[in-house]
């Protein structure tokens, strides 16, 4: 450590303005800027204007141990006078404001050099870390910078990412709050990984970053703690990992969260079925369950609630507040309507009750909910001789009934083979595009895929070396296939990959491909074989795009061309109403179902990507989002 980096407040401050040798100053370590590369251009420029016009602004500079001046502000003019004083030999004296105390002068350095020009956000984060690798306290620090000692803490973190990640930032290939997510790891290989796919193109958020991040650890503000309470962990001893620049935390004892979890569910839901007169009461960890997942497979029953009957009053008093649109209600009047609508629906008896139970689970805000009204398959018999379900010849003829009616539905879709053909697609690239980022995924439907289970991968994969490119028939600019499913690559690469034909030998190839070593490999097989993805089952299809984050809109974007002309007038008058939940007699309304079918294409397709449009009809957050999500329900 130099004996400037020693200097504190305590000692004498010397600072004013005093008469420097030129020779007798230097551009000091302390300049946030002194590892810059010169501009030659701009310095001869400026080094005219001083020959003209002399030093207008001081330089600032810190007294060294030998007497003398590290100029920390300044560096920029200090070049053009080494270039000023051969015309003007007056110069060789100039006017310096200096101090001998080091973080006097820093403090001058920070802010000249932030009102002069934003200083780039990289080489800050590298000043800040540098002065602590100086050896100055985080106090000191603070003091000499003028900053809070935690925005000093967070400098510091951002200094610690590895370089490629800083490097990066300089670059513009990540925004400063992406590089805040990857301070949350201190793991450099799986910083490394993260930071490799966001720059090769996949466009990760800063929560995304952190996801990747954080694979395998609990957001402290999840199902499960909002389910037992902050308190209740950590008087059990739990802890959290937090970071320094935002609210965000991690579970740091997931296993002490676990047992609390089960403690109280198990508790809970005992309690619920004594509340509501039960036989018995399940349990299941998932975060949404749906009566139709619980009985589609014959594991329970559902019992139908026995409709309850109103009076005449207040049947009178139902039809008066359903007469009209629900938003002319005030709140009395809603929940007078509710409960009205209750008694309607009706509840289960005592003798449904007896016989029946509920799957208990906790939802995503951390709330115990149930499904109720359930039989198990044991207890069908009885609940069918007891009259409160129908007997299989009744459910055989219903369903025949129901698949006639579908069939009848089918042979009169509103959408023409050609759009859904294109809609499956594009909805298959979506899902193969979020299969790139889940490697371990991949390898687990590849394995699915050569299981008995499947059926040897009939309805998995398709397995082979001729892939064909999955995309619409017709040329659609809104439509971008990722370069690893069989997208468009840059002619250079294309150029590489024909000499390297030319010049074909397997063995070298093979040789050469084995050195790019196992994350090259890994990324071959990923890129292959999530391009090999070809199933259409829809249950299958739901529980891969819950696992990889498949989303339709990350490879396409409706537009006139490509979606909205290929509907009708009046699927566009319903898309209108239901984005920006209008009402039938709404005067925009009105006026957009008067409109001609090319006139309400290239509305809606304003509405989809025009700022302007989207103001006009006074979109609110809530519908701007449902617009961003919106795809087509052919399906």
């Given at each position: 450590m130099?004996k400037?980096?020693t200097m504190?407040a305590e000692?004498?401050?010397?600072?004013g303005t005093?008469r420097?040798?030129?020779?007798?100053?230097?551009?000091s370590?302390?300049n946030?800027?002194?590892?810059?590369?010169?501009?030659q251009?701009s310095i001869?420029?400026?080094a005219?204007t001083i020959i003209?016009?002399?030093?207008?602004?001081?330089l600032?500079g810190?007294?060294?141990?030998?007497?003398?001046v590290g100029?920390?502000?300044g560096?920029?003019r200090?070049?053009a006078l080494?270039?000023?004083?051969k015309?003007?030999?007056?110069?060789?004296?100039?006017?310096?404001?200096?101090?001998?105390?080091?973080m006097?002068?820093?403090?001058w350095?920070?802010h000249?050099?932030?009102?002069?020009e934003?200083?780039?956000i990289?080489?800050k984060?590298?000043?800040?870390?540098?002065?602590?690798?100086?050896?100055l306290?985080?106090?000191?620090?603070?003091a000499?910078?003028?900053?809070?000692?935690q925005d000093v803490y967070?400098?510091?973190?951002?200094?610690a990412?590895?370089?490629?990640?800083l490097?990066a930032l300089?670059?513009?290939h990540?925004s400063?709050?992406?590089?805040?997510?990857f301070t949350?790891?201190d793991d450099?290989a799986?910083i490394?990984g993260?930071?490799?796919?966001?720059i090769e193109g996949?466009?990760?958020?800063a929560y995304?970053i952190k996801q990747?991040?954080?694979d395998?650890k609990?957001?402290?503000d999840c199902?499960?703690?909002?389910?037992v309470?902050l308190k209740?962990?950590?008087?059990?001893?739990?802890?959290l990992?937090?970071?320094l620049?935002?609210?965000?935390?991690?579970?740091?004892d997931?296993?002490?969260?676990?047992d609390?979890?089960?403690?109280k569910l198990?508790?809970?839901a005992?309690?619920?079925?004594?509340?509501h007169?039960l036989?018995?009461v399940e349990?299941?960890?998932?975060?949404?369950?749906?009566?139709?997942d619980?009985t589609?497979?014959?594991?329970y029953c559902?019992?139908?609630?026995?409709?309850?009957?109103l009076t005449?009053?207040?049947?009178?008093?139902f039809?008066?507040?359903?007469?009209g649109?629900?938003?002319?209600l005030?709140?009395?009047?809603?929940?007078e309507?509710?409960?009205?609508?209750?008694?309607?629906e009706g509840?289960y008896?005592?003798?449904q009750?007896?016989?029946?139970?509920?799957?208990?689970?906790?939802?995503?805000?951390?709330d115990?909910?149930?499904?109720?009204g359930l039989v198990?398959?044991?207890?069908r018999?009885k609940a069918?001789?007891?009259?409160?379900?129908?007997?299989?010849e009744?459910?055989?003829?219903?369903?025949?009934?129901?698949?006639?009616a579908?069939?009848?539905?089918?042979a009169?879709?509103?959408y023409?083979?050609?759009?859904?053909?294109?809609?499956?697609?594009?909805?298959?690239?979506?899902f193969?595009?979020?299969?790139?980022?889940k490697?371990e995924?991949?390898l687990d439907l590849l394995?699915?895929?050569?299981s008995?289970?499947s059926?040897?991968g009939t309805?998995?994969m398709?397995?082979r070396?001729?892939?064909?490119?999955n995309?619409p028939?017709?040329e659609?600019d809104?439509?971008t296939?990722?370069?690893?499913?069989?997208?468009?690559?840059?002619?250079?690469?294309?150029?590489?990959?024909?000499?390297?034909?030319e010049?074909?030998n397997?063995?070298?190839?093979f040789?050469?491909f084995?050195?790019?070593?196992k994350?090259?490999?890994n990324?071959?097989i990923?890129g292959?074989?999530?391009?090999?993805?070809?199933?259409?089952?829809a249950e299958?299809?739901?529980?891969?795009?819950?696992?990889?984050?498949a989303d339709m809109?990350?490879v396409?974007?409706?537009?006139?061309?490509?979606?909205?002309?290929?509907h009708?007038?009046?699927?566009?008058?319903d898309?209108f109403m239901?984005?920006l939940d209008?009402?039938?007699?709404?005067t925009q309304?009105?006026?957009?179902k008067k409109?001609k079918?090319?006139?309400?294409?290239?509305?809606m397709?304003?509405?989809?990507?025009?700022?302007?449009?989207?103001?006009?009809?006074k979109?609110?957050p809530?519908?701007k989002?449902?617009?961003?999500a919106?795809?087509?329900?052919?399906?």
């Amino acid at each position: 450590m130099s004996k400037q980096d020693t200097m504190i407040a305590e000692t004498a401050i010397s600072t004013g303005t005093q008469r420097f040798p030129l020779a007798d100053t230097y551009v000091s370590e302390h300049n946030p800027r002194a590892n810059e590369e010169i501009d030659q251009d701009s310095i001869q420029q400026l080094a005219e204007t001083i020959i003209t016009s002399g030093l207008i602004q001081n330089l600032c500079g810190l007294i060294d141990e030998d007497g003398k001046v590290g100029i920390v502000a300044g560096r920029r003019r200090w070049h053009a006078l080494q270039i000023a004083v051969k015309v003007r030999p007056d110069l060789a004296m100039i006017d310096v404001q200096v101090t001998d105390d080091l973080m006097t002068a820093r403090s001058w350095a920070l802010h000249e050099n932030e009102q002069r020009e934003q200083m780039d956000i990289v080489d800050k984060i590298r000043a800040y870390a540098g002065s602590q690798e100086r050896g100055l306290s985080v106090s000191q620090i603070a003091a000499a910078y003028c900053v809070t000692e935690q925005d000093v803490y967070r400098f510091v973190a951002l200094g610690a990412l590895p370089a490629p990640v800083l490097d990066a930032l300089k670059a513009g290939h990540i925004s400063i709050s992406d590089a805040k997510a990857f301070t949350i790891c201190d793991d450099e290989a799986k910083i490394l990984g993260v930071l490799e796919q966001c720059i090769e193109g996949y466009g990760w958020s800063a929560y995304q970053i952190k996801q990747a991040l954080n694979d395998d650890k609990l957001d402290a503000d999840c199902r499960s703690m909002r389910f037992v309470g902050l308190k209740a962990y950590t008087d059990a001893g739990g802890t959290l990992d937090t970071n320094l620049f935002d609210d965000d935390a991690t579970v740091a004892d997931p296993t002490i969260l676990d047992d609390l979890v089960e403690t109280k569910l198990t508790e809970d839901a005992e309690a619920f079925r004594k509340e509501h007169d039960l036989a018995w009461v399940e349990v299941v960890h998932d975060s949404h369950v749906m009566r139709h997942d619980l009985t589609r497979d014959g594991t329970y029953c559902s019992l139908t609630k026995i409709p309850g009957v109103l009076t005449d009053e207040q049947q009178a008093r139902f039809e008066e507040l359903d007469d009209g649109p629900w938003w002319q209600l005030d709140e009395d009047e809603r929940e007078e309507k509710d409960a009205l609508k209750d008694i309607l629906e009706g509840d289960y008896s005592t003798e449904q009750r007896a016989m029946s139970g509920a799957v208990v689970y906790i939802t995503r805000s951390g709330d115990l909910s149930a499904v109720i009204g359930l039989v198990k398959a044991e207890d069908r018999a009885k609940a069918v001789e007891a009259g409160f379900l129908k007997s299989d010849e009744v459910l055989a003829a219903e369903k025949a009934a129901e698949e006639a009616a579908m069939v009848q539905e089918a042979a009169k879709s509103p959408y023409a083979n050609s759009f859904m053909e294109d809609m499956a697609a594009i909805r298959l690239a979506a899902f193969q595009t979020a299969l790139l980022r889940k490697p371990e995924m991949v390898l687990d439907l590849l394995a699915f895929g050569l299981s008995r289970g499947s059926h040897w991968g009939t309805e998995t994969m398709a397995v082979r070396f001729d892939f064909q490119r999955n995309k619409p028939q017709g040329e659609d600019d809104a439509f971008t296939l990722h370069r690893d499913l069989g997208g468009e690559r840059p002619d250079d690469e294309i150029e590489l990959d024909e000499d390297d034909a030319e010049d074909a030998n397997t063995a070298e190839a093979f040789h050469a491909f084995v050195e790019g070593g196992k994350k090259s490999r890994n990324a071959h097989i990923t890129g292959w074989f999530a391009r090999a993805f070809k199933t259409q089952d829809a249950e299958f299809m739901a529980l891969i795009a819950d696992r990889a984050g498949a989303d339709m809109r990350e490879v396409w974007t409706p537009t006139a061309a490509n979606c909205f002309k290929r509907h009708k007038g009046w699927q566009l008058d319903d898309l209108f109403m239901g984005l920006l939940d209008r009402e039938a007699d709404d005067t925009q309304f009105l006026a957009f179902k008067k409109l001609k079918k090319r006139q309400k294409d290239e509305t809606m397709h304003g509405l989809f990507h025009s700022a302007d449009v989207q103001e006009a009809y006074k979109v609110t957050p809530a519908q701007k989002a449902r617009i961003d999500a919106w795809v087509p329900e052919c399906f």
